[in-house]
Nanobody
């Protein structure tokens, strides 16, 4: 059974930090790139960070560059997203997605449902 499970979300004040985790099972984890995607209150979905299978290449959306850091531990089948200097506009449901979501966007295809976790809520508010 494949499972993608995010954790670590919460309520933090502006300027605060959180560390999100994504624990994966049922996939050949070290063969996959992993993406973090968020969906804000406006229901818009934005990819925010991607890490390749080896963990030596990372990509960030301009909106989070310099504030968020993605990393992975292939031995633990886990991906992390460190969120620093959080802003109110970072409030969203954060999803971990197995694979590089840009590939699906370029192809115009849907990401398999089993590649998604259930999401973890990050709320930034004073």
């Amino acid at each position: 059974e494949v499972q993608v499970r995010e954790s670590g979300g919460g309520l933090v004040p502006p300027g605060g930090s959180l560390r999100l985790s994504c624990a994966v099972s049922g996939f050949s984890f070290s063969s996959y790139s992993v993406s973090w995607v968020r969906r804000g209150p406006d229901n818009e979905t934005e990819w925010i960070s991607i890490i390749n299978s080896r963990g030596d290449r990372t990509y960030y959306a301009d909106s989070v560059k310099g504030r968020f850091t993605i990393s992975r531990d292939n031995a633990k089948s886990t991906v992390y997203l460190q969120l620093n200097s959080l802003k109110i506009e970072d409030t969203a449901l954060y999803y971990c997605v197995m694979d590089d979501v840009r590939k699906y966007a370029a192809e115009g295809t849907d990401i398999p449902r089993e590649n998604w976790g259930q999401g973890t809520q990050v709320t930034v508010s004073s």
